[in-house]
């Protein structure tokens, strides 16, 4: 099949804070540069570059979603090259609180744990940040396209030379429909691949250049999240967290509620995908916390805006990949810039998209985009202020694997030995590898709970909250690589997971007892990634859906 080219310098795929840092600060980079030559220093200026920054979500920030509490040390070094500009925080954060929940009860801890004070921080909407920085990029030659899903690198030989963006208009089973247009090849000097957690690209180039190489896997958790409107005066500013209920034995996680601007209460919770319960339901999770009677007097009267759910990597340090190969870099949370004992990572997606776009301009400069100049990122991150704050917690979210007070004991120790512990790294398994069979929690009997409709939600309701639409007509983006699987040894061993741990209720067993099938509801998909990530047999590869298909959130 004919398919355009288009040809740009660098090309940065998936629109959220590490890429959109990473085309930002390049630009910078080359604009002083410029200017300096013009100025009489020696050398040649670089002119006529074309920087891309594309996104497979309908607009820049429909996908993106985030607790969020940013650290401002990312943009403070980013806006040094942009003076006048401010991000749109929402507020600045007055009070924050660790509590332990009980069924009934929530106990304030006397003292806030160090990792999570934010006095000094901001509470932000994901989505607005990006929208605004993808404005400035534009405003300084950056192009950026939504609707461009890259669906598979370029290469010659083992050498990225670009990506393949997504066919538009096949129907369901790959027959072009009369609007079909081929999706065009965007050939670039580097790719920089900024797609968020599970990345499909980087999981592609993980595997074909072995850049995940011996390292220990990522591991992950997944955050769902609703914003409600209070029907009472809120004061913008306060970030709690907690512990405890709802989540049950051996679950990996805990709540957040944050108050924002316009009287709204962002209220979630983050569940770990390395759960052994095959029936952990982070939907559900969220739901039984909005019963619990501290977090229902705030939302009391108040409604329902949005919901989300995206996964979150935890893995730290030692689960990052090779962050460079020929012609590629990956970013943000692709590359599992995040700490999971802060519970932040945009400040670090920042400072990951600063370092790589010095090293580009590096490569820029000698004209030479091989791994030996792009090895410089690798560098500069282990010389970066980003690096020490990881390297002091390599082993927290490992520990947590074993249970919460193993978590809480090994995190102790983690304290006092700067990270180390008492085993460095700390033994760690892939999230699905720590499923156990069903059998083994058949005594299992956690609260469930009626949805209510007002306080409480099924998924489809929730989906509809999430303004998530895919066209119908299209192959399903889930690819399934044995159904057999699904429907014998999967119902006999697990019960299913993937009705349950899915946030959207893509995954449905349908048909008599006995002789149920998979349906898959694709259009409902919220491009969490859990799915790719949490099935025990690693047969459900989630690749992106025609353009513009998936959330639509507004304010996450
Ligand atoms: Fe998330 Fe997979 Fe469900 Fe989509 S199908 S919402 S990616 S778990």
């Known amino acids: 099949m004919e398919r355009e080219q288009l040809e740009v310098d660098v090309l940065f795929v998936g629109a959220g804070p590490a890429s959109l840092a990473a085309a930002l600060h390049l630009s910078r980079l080359v604009r002083d540069h410029n200017q300096s030559v013009e100025r009489g220093s020696s050398g040649r200026k670089l002119q006529d570059l074309t920087l891309l920054v594309i996104e497979k979500g309908k607009d820049i920030g429909a996908h993106a979603l985030s607790g969020a509490v940013v650290d401002p040390r990312g943009f403070r070094e980013l806006l040094q090259g942009f003076p006048g500009e401010e991000p749109p925080y929402d507020a600045a954060v007055h009070d924050d609180a660790l509590y332990w929940m009980t069924r009934n009860e929530a106990i304030r801890s006397p003292l806030t744990p160090l990792p999570l004070r934010n006095h000094g921080y901001f509470v932000a909407s994901l989505g607005k940040l990006v929208r605004w920085m993808a404005q400035l990029c534009e405003k300084n030659g950056i192009e950026v396209y939504p609707e461009f899903p890259a669906v598979e690198l370029l290469y010659e030989e083992k050498v990225v030379k670009g990506v393949r963006i997504g066919d ?6 790959a027959a072009p429909k009369s609007n079909f247009e081929p999706g065009i090849d965007v050939l670039s000097r580097v790719t920089v691949l900024g797609e968020g957690p599970r990345g499909t690209l980087a999981k592609q180039a993980s595997r074909k250049l072995n850049l995940e190489g011996g390292r220990p896997p990522q591991i992950y958790s997944i955050g769902v999240k609703e914003i409600w409107q209070s029907s009472k005066p809120v004061r913008p500013g306060i970030v709690y967290h907690t512990l405890g209920y709802p989540l049950a ?33 982070c939907h559900l999770l969220l739901q039984k916390l909005k019963t619990h009677p501290f977090v229902r007097s705030m939302l009391e009267g108040g409604k329902l805006l949005s919901y989300g759910a995206k996964a979150v990597p935890e893995g730290g340090y030692y689960a990052m990949p090779q962050l460079y190969s020929d012609g590629l870099l990956i970013v943000g949370d692709s590359a599992g810039f995040l700490n999971a004992q802060r519970l932040k990572g945009i400040h670090l997606a920042i400072k990951s998209g600063m370092l790589a776009a010095e090293t580009i301009f590096d490569a820029l400069l000698k004209n030479d985009f091989s791994a030996q100049t792009l090895q410089g990122y690798s560098q500069r991150f282990e010389k970066s202020w980003a690096r020490e704050e990881l390297w002091k917690v390599r082993n927290f979210r490992q520990a947590f694997q074993r249970g919460f007070w193993s978590g809480m004991f090994h995190g102790a120790v983690q304290l006092v030995t700067h990270g180390r512990g008492l085993k460095d790294p700390f033994p760690i398994a892939a999230g699905h590898a720590c499923m156990e069979p069903l059998q083994k929690w058949s005594a299992d009997h956690s609260e469930t709970i009626n949805f209510d409709g007002q306080y409480t939600f099924d998924k489809l309701t929730d989906v509809y909250y999430s303004n998530t639409a895919h066209e119908e007509d299209q192959p399903c983006h889930l690819k399934i690589l044995d159904f057999d699987i699904c429907h014998h040894r999967c119902t006999f061993e697990y019960g299913n997971p993937c009705q349950y741990f899915c946030p959207a209720n893509v995954y449905e067993m349908v048909g008599e007892e006995g002789k149920k099938r998979l349906q898959l509801n694709f259009t409902n998909c919220v491009h969490c990634k859990t799915c790719d990530i949490m099935d025990p047999y690693q047969i459900i590869i989630w690749t992106p859906p025609e353009g513009g298909g998936g959330p639509d959130y507004k304010n996450m």
């Open 249 to 281: 034995k051996g679950e990996f996680g805990g709540a957040f509620i944050y108050t924002m601007q316009e009287n709204l209460i962002d209220v979630g919770c983050v569940v770990g995908l390395d759960s052994p319960n095959p029936r952990t339901d």
């Open 168 to 173: 538009k208009g096949r129907d369901k089973n």
